[in-house]
């Protein structure tokens, strides 16, 4: 219903939902796409099985559902997925937050370290880059800190930005990245992707959002308020009115407690 909604606040129709599991199912899904968007309409593939995703995609290329009238935006995809799917990714979508092609220094840094030890031919993908800044940010944390102690770490860790090869990336309350989003697509020589669009700036990292009967990163899932709330001694806990509280109930940072005062 949440995806749903986004979409339609976007002036767009949902035309409908499937989920298919198999190949057979995956035909039948493209089948019915043909019928229901007879003028054609994006096909956004959350399918995180890539079996599926490819029995998807050729079977839109068998009823000849062209590229231009029915594009189609991967979700589940990587550069490495290349091979698989070949030049039936032509003109289809791919969203990433990393591309290889990006040109940044920090990407071209990250690029020529893997293919130096790894060969000149070897594919940089989004989740390589994803686990190489997670190492980066934990060292820059454990530098600015000064120590491998979790509580100064993790201070510095919520209030470091990291020039990734993605571009700036900030850790959250919600302990996911924020970063920038980017659309792909195959460049001319079938051997990898290149950016179409993106955002501008780094998305802010929303866990909640497709599930929001879940609870929200402010309610349930902020660990920089947890952190906050991890008083020194002669500080004590205050809600956001800034009264000192006797329970962790409302409380929202540490404040220097007063002479003769105490709190939780």
């Known amino acids: 219903d949440t995806l749903r909604q986004h979409i339609e606040s976007l002036g767009d129709t949902l035309a409908g939902v499937s989920a298919p599991t198999s190949a057979s199912e995956a035909a039948t899904a493209a089948a019915t796409m043909q019928t229901t968007m007879s003028d054609g309409g994006t096909v956004l593939n959350l399918l995180t099985d890539k079996a599926v995703s490819l029995a998807l995609i050729q079977e ?12 189609v935006v991967f ?16 003109n289809q979508y791919i969203s990433l937050a990393y591309f290889s092609s990006l040109e940044l220094s920090q990407s071209t840094i990250f690029k020529d370290i893997m293919q130096e030890f790894y060969g000149s031919a070897y594919q940089v993908t989004d989740r390589m880059e994803a686990a190489y800044v997670s190492m980066r940010l934990w060292a ?4 600015a800190a000064g120590t491998f102690t979790s509580t100064p770490v993790l201070h510095k860790l919520w209030s470091t930005t990291l020039q990734a090869p993605t571009g700036p990336v900030q850790l959250t309350g919600s302990n996911y990245l924020s970063k920038q989003s980017r659309l792909g697509t195959l460049n001319a020589q079938g051997t990898g992707f290149r950016v179409t669009n993106g955002d501008p700036k780094a998305v802010i990292s929303e866990p909640f959002w497709l599930f929001p009967d879940l609870g929200s990163v402010e309610e349930t899932c902020d660990f ?16 956001n009115n ?23």
């Open 75 to 90: 979700t589940g995809l990587a550069e490495s997925d290349i091979p698989t799917f070949g030049d039936l990714l032509a």
């Open 224 to 239: 920089m308020k947890s952190l906050r709330t991890i008083c020194a001694n002669g500080k004590g806990l205050v809600n």
């Open 242 to 264: 800034g009264t000192f509280l006797q329970s962790w109930s409302g409380a929202v940072d540490c404040e220097w407690c007063k002479p003769g005062s105490h709190s939780l």
């Open 60 to 71: 839109m290329q068998e009823l000849k559902m062209p590229t231009g009238a029915f594009p």
């Open 140 to 143: 820059e944390a454990v530098r």
